[in-house]
């Protein structure tokens, strides 16, 4: 019965012992913790530069089957969808040019200017801000894509 006392007291952590444990897994968090935010912010960013790159591609697409890119108010829902409003596109394929538009990876809609400020068209993110023109947008006039 002795026996069977002094090993239920020595189960449990001392508070010594849990401050050390603590200490050690917030050492371990404050090395390891930064590294991740880079990675997610560089494959948030490389994901936004691959969504771009296909939206441009869709976007070629559109204009070699009908003359001239959507207007700014078509937008990028053009690719999805034959636009009603004038120009009305009289090559439209008709499956559309993509299945659906992809979100930026901050959870945005991508937008587009026809014309644009940097190009022809601007497409972009407005990057993690949320906020349009700011340093942080993502937009095709960043990446070398052929028009």
Do not use: C
Request: no cysteine.
């Amino acid at each position: 019965m002795r026996q069977r006392q002094i090993k239920s007291q020595q189960l449990g952590l001392t508070l010594f012992e849990t401050i050390v444990i603590m200490v050690i897994i917030g050492g371990l968090a404050t090395l390891i913790l930064p590294d991740f935010m880079v990675k997610k912010h560089q494959n948030d960013w490389e994901q936004a530069v691959s969504d771009i790159v296909m939206l441009q591609d869709a976007m070629n697409k559109y204009k070699h089957d009908n003359g001239r890119y959507p207007t700014t108010q078509q937008g990028l829902a053009a690719l999805i969808k034959k636009p009603t409003i004038p120009p009305v596109p009289q090559k439209y394929r008709p499956n559309g040019y993509i299945r659906q538009l992809p979100k930026d990876p901050w959870g945005h809609n991508y937008l587009m200017l026809n014309p644009g400020k940097h190009g022809p068209i601007d497409i972009f993110s407005k990057g993690p801000d949320g906020r349009s023109g700011t340093v942080q947008d993502v937009g095709n006039w960043d990446i070398n894509i052929p028009d």
